[in-house]
């Protein structure tokens, strides 16, 4: 009785009470990477909209990782994103517009601004790198805060690792779904959206229950060999 009791206040103890940290960090992902993926993934040629969903991303996760409140990474999110978006889209609009003014202007004019464009060239290139920097610096940090996570913490369970793992099995199932009903909007905005939630849910309850079917057989049969 005894260990069953113990048995049974562990299994509660294995659902009812994982890291939060992960629980609303996979949640966030499925929902924000569905929400992406399912309308924006025809305009990722797109340079503006793409770098500032990138940029939004990252700079949301790192930030708000040690947060547990879900619409605070969404506003964290949205607010790097439209001020990324604001920043490239003044910068590509200045560009382009002088770019326009180069080719209606004068020949003499033109000779005289060719310094000031290779100018505008050299620190668009330098912007470009620097963002690109900084997506590669947040990419390690988020990385490293993650397997600081994964080994440093002393209540490690398998729920850290559940829910992880039923985020990447999730979306590579809905990933390949979305291509088959990549034309009708409505349908592939559905499928992301939710079923990514629900099915990031169900995989990491499944692989804990099959944790813990392991674990109640070998405490079972620890008692006959």
């Known amino acids: 009785m005894l260990s069953l ?16 940290h992960f629980i609303y960090l996979s949640i966030y992902l499925s929902i924000y990477l569905s929400i992406y993926l399912s309308l924006f993934h025809h305009y990722l040629s797109i340079p503006i909209l793409s770098l500032s969903i990138y940029l939004s991303i990252y700079l949301s996760i790192y930030l708000s990782i040690y947060l547990s409140q879900i619409c605070v990474l969404v506003f964290l999110s949205f607010f790097f994103f439209f001020f990324f978006f604001f920043l490239l889209f003044l910068f590509f609009f200045f560009f382009f517009f002088f770019l326009l003014f180069l080719l209606f202007s004068s020949f003499f004019f ?11 060239f050299l620190l668009f290139l330098l912007l470009f790198l620097l963002l690109l920097l900084l997506l590669f610096l947040l990419h390690v940090l988020l990385l490293h805060l993650l397997f600081h996570i994964f080994t440093c913490t002393s209540t490690f369970n398998l729920n850290h690792f559940a829910f992880f793992l039923s985020f990447f099995l999730s979306h590579a199932v809905l990933f390949f779904l979305s291509f088959l009903y990549s034309v009708n909007f409505f349908l592939s905005f559905f499928l992301f959206f939710f079923l990514s939630f629900f099915l990031t849910l169900f995989i990491s309850f499944l692989l804990s ?3 813990s079917v392991h674990f109640f057989l070998s405490f079972f049969l620890s008692f006959f060999f």
């Not at 049974?8 to 890291?19: A, E, M, V, Y």
């Not at 033109?110 to 505008?120: A, I, Q, V």
């Open 209 to 211: 229950f099959l944790y």
């Open 5 to 20: 009791s113990r048995f049974l206040s562990f299994f509660l103890s294995f659902f009812l009470s994982p890291n939060k």
């Open 110 to 120: 033109l000779f005289f601004s060719f310094f000031f464009f290779f100018f505008l």
